[in-house]
């Protein structure tokens, strides 16, 4: 498990989970397949690296627009439990990201990532701490990474609660 410093791309209070139906639909309809060998190390440390930074970013507590743009293309649309509307395009996900600064999380990769051409597929589990007296929360989350350039950023996401088991 690695250690993820908060769940800041998520509304407050909201526990993180599932993904986005239609990146799953699309990336199974593009032909995705578990990502092997040197094509799946490059990705999964692509993303690893996104994630320590955002980490590093979090940690030294940049804007919450700094997260954003680093995490997310400028379009994309999360959706997740606890959301009222989803996060759709950058002031959205900014808001997002402001809102919800809070908890430490321990994230676990459940299933190999999927990928086909430029977009990328992970399936994560977050183990959260709510905050000082409340008890940890799981969330599973699915991400939509897509490669532009160098650079991978999520373009969708979709989170819900509750224990896997």
């Given at each position: 498990?690695?250690?993820?410093?908060?769940?800041?791309?998520?509304?407050?209070?909201?526990?993180?989970?599932?993904?986005?139906?239609?990146?799953?639909?699309?990336s199974t309809a593009l032909g995705a397949e578990p990502a092997d060998g040197k094509q799946a190390a490059a990705i999964e440390e692509a993303l690893t690296k996104?994630?320590?930074?955002?980490?590093?970013?979090?940690?030294?507590?940049?804007?919450?627009?700094?997260?954003?743009?680093?995490?997310?293309?400028?379009?994309?649309?999360?959706?997740?439990?606890?959301?009222?509307?989803?996060?759709?395009?950058?002031?959205?996900?900014?808001?997002?990201?402001?809102?919800?600064?809070?908890?430490?999380?321990?994230?676990?990769?459940?299933?190999?990532?999927?990928?086909?051409?430029?977009?990328?597929?992970?399936?994560?589990?977050?183990?959260?701490?709510?905050?000082?007296?409340?008890?940890?929360?799981?969330?599973?989350?699915?991400?939509?990474?897509?490669?532009?350039?160098?650079?991978?950023?999520?373009?969708?996401?979709?989170?819900?609660?509750?224990?896997?088991?």
């Amino acid at each position: 498990m690695k250690k993820r410093s908060a769940l800041v791309r998520w509304g407050a209070g909201a526990v993180l989970g599932v993904a986005m139906l239609g990146g799953i639909v699309a990336s199974t309809a593009l032909g995705a397949e578990p990502a092997d060998g040197k094509q799946a190390a490059a990705i999964e440390e692509a993303l690893t690296k996104s994630v320590a930074k955002y980490q590093e970013l979090e940690a030294r507590h940049a804007p919450a627009e700094e997260l954003a743009k680093h995490f997310f293309w400028p379009e994309a649309v999360a959706t997740g439990e606890g959301l009222p509307n989803a996060a759709r395009g950058m002031p959205a996900l900014i808001a997002m990201v402001d809102a919800s600064r809070t908890g430490r999380c321990t994230e676990s990769r459940r299933d190999p990532i999927v990928h086909s051409g430029n977009l990328a597929a992970e399936f994560t589990v977050f183990t959260c701490e709510a905050g000082e007296g409340s008890p940890a929360q799981e969330a599973r989350v699915l991400s939509v990474w897509q490669k532009r350039g160098n650079s991978w950023k999520v373009i969708r996401e979709h989170w819900s609660s509750g224990n896997l088991n």
